[in-house]
């Protein structure tokens, strides 16, 4: 069974590498299974058919629906604008601004291609303004968005629950230390590379409209803008507050965020009328959609694993290799961060989380610190070249080329996100701090 599964693996990349749909690339490896592996398609549809219907599956399409709203109803240029209040007064403060507003909207969103969406249009030609080139504002943009994934809450960390059966709630806390590592070292390595490569009297520019000295007019714009600013920023507030409070599960948590946005688009900031909202449910509903396809397929062919025991397998070959679980770890990455090039993380999470953590749970691996494991090293692959999912659509936000960006992406992986995964895989406190502190 463990040739037809190479096999399976291998047909599955030779049709991503040509670029072929996501949906039809499981759905032919899915084929592939059920033909040469003699697996029983009336059950395995059964089976399918009642995952799908799961309450908890629900909250990727609501937290999409949430990301088409938060770009067209006015809440994140209001979030943009009270957050540069705080960090106008440094050199190299837009880069910060949209860090942290990639942060936020995270924290709302739990998607990475929603900070894309709403900060890049609106922040990519504020940089160039400042001087900027638009390959270093496109991959700002673009590195900053993988937070949606590390900051609860987050779309891939509530499929990695279903999928496991790990506490969700646990799941968010654990990479909640990577993430704001990741936004402190995008900072610097931002703040520094500002002070380097921009003209002196950026300096001025950036920090014009937030003297320190204001006279009364200038106080109450100031004012007008935190006021604005105020209904985005409960929404954090209420979604995490509403699930580590036992108000509400992750999937109500999506729902009330997406009535609390429609609400605060329509009637407070008057943004989203008839036209915009009709684009938002069509556009989220072609999404969501594709989406859903992919996900059967991909919870299909895992399962086809799982039946076949290809886990237990793989546990047997490795404990008889080695019996390192820094090697492992080690291994288990590299495979992640090849996936996370190719496929988007929820997709990588279906097909992996069932396979790798019977085999790290051997070697002594917590299964909420595999959680925080599992999304770094799947949002690192989002915007690694040559095959960076995340980073090609922040290309087509940015209209940058691939030689602008490349550059840029590499300093910030190498200086930022790299040392990071390198601490969330090797030192567990990191990530299981929090945790622990809850009782997870």
Not at 124 to 142: E, K
């Amino acid at each position: 069974m463990l040739t037809i599964f190479a096999l399976n693996i291998l047909l599955l990349f030779a049709l991503l590498l040509i670029g072929t749909p996501l949906p039809y690339c499981f759905g032919a490896a899915l084929i592939f299974m059920v033909i040469f592996a003699d697996i029983p398609i009336n059950s395995l549809m059964l089976w399918g058919f009642n995952q799908m219907i799961g309450p908890v599956l629900l909250a990727g399409p609501l937290f999409i629906l949430v990301g088409s709203v938060i770009a067209e109803s006015g809440i994140a240029p209001r979030l943009l604008n009270a957050v540069n209040l705080l960090v106008g007064k440094i050199k190299g403060a837009i880069g910060v601004l949209v860090v942290m507003a990639c942060g936020l909207l995270g924290a709302i969103s739990g998607s990475s291609f929603t900070g894309i969406a709403a900060v890049g249009p609106i922040m990519i030609p504020q940089m160039m303004a400042q001087g900027y080139t638009r390959g270093y504002a496109t991959s700002l943009v673009s590195v900053s968005s993988i937070l949606g994934v590390l900051i609860p809450p987050s779309v891939p960390l509530i499929i990695y629950g279903w999928v496991t059966g790990t506490s969700v709630l646990g799941s968010f806390l654990a990479t909640v230390g990577p993430g704001i590592l990741v936004m402190i070292l995008f900072s610097i390595v931002n703040v520094v590379y500002s002070r380097k490569a921009l003209p002196a009297n950026i300096e001025v520019a950036a920090a014009i409209e937030n003297k320190i000295e204001m006279d009364p007019i200038e106080k109450k714009k100031n004012l007008k803008v935190i006021l604005g600013a105020i209904p985005g920023f409960l929404m954090p507030v209420i979604i995490l507050g509403g699930i580590y409070g036992g108000v509400f599960t992750p999937t109500e948590a999506a729902a009330v965020a997406g009535v609390f946005a429609m609400i605060i688009g329509i009637a407070v900031y008057r943004e989203l009328g008839r036209v915009k909202l009709y684009k938002v449910f069509k556009e989220s509903t072609s999404s969501i959609g594709a989406i859903m396809a992919m996900i059967l397929f991909c919870l299909l062919l895992a399962q086809t694993y799982v039946q076949l025991k290809i886990p237990q397998q793989l546990i047997e070959i490795f404990m008889g290799i080695t019996e390192s679980k820094a090697v492992i770890l080690i291994l288990v990455s590299l495979f992640l961060l090849f996936v996370g090039m190719i496929v988007n993380d929820t997709t990588a999470i279906i097909l992996c989380a069932p396979l790798l953590l019977p085999l790290v749970v051997q070697y002594g691996v917590d299964p909420i610190h595999f959680a925080a494991i599992m999304c770094v090293n799947l949002a690192m692959g989002g915007v690694t070249p040559p095959y960076a999912s995340v980073l090609y659509f922040g290309m087509r936000v940015g209209k940058a080329k691939f030689s602008e960006v490349l550059k840029p992406t590499f300093m910030f992986i190498l200086f930022a996100y790299l040392p990071v995964l390198i601490l969330t895989v090797a030192w567990e406190p990191l990530s299981m701090f929090l945790p622990r502190l809850f009782g997870y």
